[in-house]
């Protein structure tokens, strides 16, 4: 019998690489999500799709366990675009303490694969990598949050032994890159931009900051590794999970531009406050500015899984402009 992996926020963009890859790893695939329908899609015997609201009480939760009766559930689900802070702890922190001690109470034994963010960290030092021992201090509403998520994950397992491991995951490109994100932003104005003619002008925030980006099908890859090595490698660990390098934003944009082939002029702006709904002919200032460096320590996912990435960033950017520009009914879901 198959082993069944529940992907929770399974529609997501991370959680579409997710299921693709536990499907192509042989698992049976629950893929959740707030919307949709729920059932087995034809075609596809090997997914079957629930319905879960991240704002339902524990018992749902557990409910959701039950009926699916998973060997494995990857929290995929959250938000980190355009939502208040309220929102945030309630679909990122306080649905993965429910989550956590849902699993722990499971009939079933099931192995708990946590998405974190490297933006838990907060800031790094120029110059050097920050290892999953660094101490913790986000500067983000969205930081704070994955960090109280992990925190509880990671408190749940030492108190119940519940076997839960933490991926602390880089920023993540790809195809299917959110349009609320600075590169899917991009890249969706690219797409707009017909080639040749007037050179169309890219109003961003500034690219000054140095990240470290993971390509979306390395970290599905990695969440495969985590949910089947030996439960001793990584009960109750963090692992960071990024390429461990700090990348500057403003040469991934040119490159992205410079893939599309387009005739765009970048020009950077002075952040705002809060996010400016985008659009044609609007500013699109959404870069999160709290990080200016950040590159990960990868040496323990090297260690424990045996995983690195795989995919370079221009493969990783000309997937995602492909994608932005195929129709939205000509989609192919990864």
């Known amino acids: 019998m198959k082993p069944t992996a529940l992907v929770l926020g399974g529609t997501g963009f991370m959680g579409e690489h997710l299921c693709a890859a536990f499907r192509a790893a042989g698992h049976r695939v629950v893929c959740v ?5 729920s059932g087995q899609l034809p075609g596809d015997p090997a997914t079957v799709h629930l319905r879960h609201d991240l704002a339902a009480p524990e018992q749902d939760v557990a409910a959701l366990l039950a009926e699916a009766a998973p060997t494995v559930v990857v929290n995929a689900a959250g938000v980190v675009w355009q939502a208040d802070e309220d929102r945030m702890w309630s679909l990122n922190a306080r649905f993965a303490e429910r989550l956590a001690r849902a699993a722990a109470a499971s009939a ?6 946590q998405l974190g963010s490297s933006h838990e960290y907060g800031p790094g030092e120029p110059g050097t990598s920050t290892g999953e021992d660094a101490g913790c201090a986000p500067v983000s509403v969205y930081g704070r ?10 408190e749940t397992a ?26 899917g932003t991009v890249a969706q104005r690219l797409a707009a931009t017909p080639p040749g003619g007037e050179r169309a002008e890219l109003r961003l925030a500034p690219l000054r900051a140095r990240r470290d980006f993971v390509d979306a ?26 390429r461990g390098e700090a990348v500057s934003v403003r040469r ?42 950040q590159q990960l320590d990868i040496s323990r996912a090297r260690r424990l899984l045996g995983w690195r990435p795989a995919v370079d960033l221009d493969t990783s ?7 932005v520009r195929l129709p939205e009914h000509e989609r192919t879901r990864t």
């Open 317 to 323: 950017l000309a997937d995602l402009l492909a994608a």
């Open 158 to 183: 030492r108190n119940t032994g519940l076997n839960a491991v933490v991926l602390r995951v880089a920023n993540a490109t790809g195809p299917g890159v959110p349009g609320g994100s600075l590169l």
């Open 33 to 37: 999500s707030r919307g949709g329908a």
């Open 108 to 113: 079933h034994p099931v192995r708990l694969v």
């Open 252 to 293: 991934l944009v040119e490159r992205l531009v410079a893939l599309a082939d387009r005739p765009v002029r970048l020009t950077e702006l002075e952040p705002v406050p809060a996010p400016v709904p985008t659009g044609s002919g609007q500013d699109s200032r959404t870069l999160r500015t709290d990080l200016e460096w």
């Open 145 to 154: 949050t994955k960090l109280a998520a992990t925190e509880s994950v990671l």
């Open 217 to 242: 099908r390395d970290v599905a890859a990695a969440a495969v590794l985590a949910a089947t090595a030996p439960a001793d490698q990584v009960r109750g660990r963090i692992i960071n999970i990024a």
